[in-house]
T-cell receptor, first 118, second 113 residues
Framework: GAVVSQHPSWVICKSGTSVKIECRSLDFQATTMFWYRQFPKQSLMLMATSNEGSKATYEQGVEKDKFLINHASLTLSTLTVTSAHPEDSSFYIC??????????????FGPGTRLLVL | GNSVTQMEGPVTLSEEAFLTINCTYTATGYPSLFWYVQYPGEGLQLLLKATKADDKGSNKGFEATYRKETTSFHLEKGSVQVSDSAVYFCALSVGGANSKLTFGKGITLSVRP
């Protein structure tokens, strides 16, 4: 089946530093990737939709200058949390949709990246 | 807009008990419906899906039927196991794989031996 990886799986950083999270589709091409944030015991909150070769579309309330998204190829999207603060600590999950995916085709989710900002 | 409502949790059951997790939705357009499962510390895995009315999705003993008349997609399993302990999310999308998923709040299932 389609596999999506994320790297790193765990990151601890100091307040004020930037952190980059990678999302890769390992065995398929993904025109679109999605970035979610999940707080403990809560649902997934869509942050942005990332389209290969174009600017990401951010959901209302998500700071685009804070959460930089780049989708440079059909298999890689990156999320950079700039000048991270403790309130950015969370579980970040990406998903990828098959290029040319049809109605009802599922997205494939990465295993998530846990970010802790001290 | 689109929304998914799941029953309040958590749910605790004994092994081999019957499970029902309710899910209802509102959607603009004709949605596809999904159940995802999240094990502790992991990302989401697709459990099952249905793309049109009266379709039944099934996997690993779990089933859910797309009921357009009641806008529901309830998840059922006849006999739960300890290994089924996880968080379950109901979701919908209108469009293909490159369309947004709208998730319910999720419900935690704990199964006791």
């Amino acid at each position: 089946g389609a596999v999506v990886s994320q790297h790193p799986s765990w990151v601890i950083c100091k307040s004020g530093t930037s952190v980059k999270i990678e999302c890769r589709s390992l065995d398929f091409q993904a025109t679109t990737m999605f970035w979610y944030r999940q707080f403990p015991k809560q649902s997934l909150m869509l942050m942005a939709t990332s389209n290969e070769g174009s600017k990401a579309t951010y959901e209302q309330g998500v700071e685009k200058d804070k959460f930089l998204i780049n989708h440079a190829s059909l298999t890689l999207s990156t999320l950079t949390v700039t000048s991270a603060h403790p309130e950015d600590s969370s579980f970040y999950i990406c998903s990828a949709g098959l290029a040319g995916g049809t109605r009802g085709e599922t997205q494939y989710f990465g295993p998530g990246t846990r970010l802790l900002v001290l | 807009g689109n929304s998914v409502t799941q029953m309040e949790g958590p749910v605790t059951l004994s092994e081999e008990a019957f499970l029902t997790i309710n899910c209802t939705y509102t959607a603009t357009g004709y949605p596809s419906l999904f159940w995802y499962v999240q094990y502790p510390g992991e990302g989401l895995q697709l459990l099952l899906k249905a793309t049109k009315a009266d379709d039944k999705g099934s996997n690993k003993g779990f089933e859910a039927t797309y009921r357009k008349e009641t806008t529901s997609f309830h998840l059922e399993k006849g006999s739960v196991q300890v290994s089924d302990s996880a968080v379950y999310f109901c979701a919908l999308s209108v469009g293909g794989a490159n369309s947004k998923l709208t998730f319910g709040k999720g419900i935690t299932l704990s199964v006791r031996p």
